[in-house]
């Protein structure tokens, strides 16, 4: 089992406060400016900035469960740094993954805590898709990554 160096704790401490740096900005921004305005279209008939107000998760399924999602947020975020700190994850790649899934998790339970709901803005309306925000990005991405060096390692990247 290896140990995280100290070195490498920082650099996924920096990643993890760059997104989570990022995905507030955005969402202050949209509450700030986009909010007032709804929509502002990028792409007509593509995509376009649209606020939305979600108490849900993704397609706002559960609508209005925010504690149960806060404490989803809070025991998974706490298994990734278990699994970090223990050392656990044997590739890099995969542990900056977990990072990913971390940070856009606490990006949304920050938006739960404060507002009662998470800011959602990107729709990619060509195909229906739901409203989404950058924390939403980072878990999927990290999501997929991870299941893919998973799978593709054969399970070996956990110890």
Known sequence: MKRVTSTEWFGYLLIFSSIVGLDQLVKALCYRDLRPISTHELWDGVFRLHYCENTGAAFSILEGK????ILLTVLLCSLIVILLFRGTVRSSLARVALVCIA???????IDRVARGFVVDMFDFYLIDFAVFNVADIFVCCGSFLF????LFSKGDILE
């Open 103 to 109: 940070s856009g998790g606490i990006g949304n339970m």
């Open 147 to 150: 299941v893919i060096l998973f």
């Open 66 to 69: 925010t504690w149960f999602f």
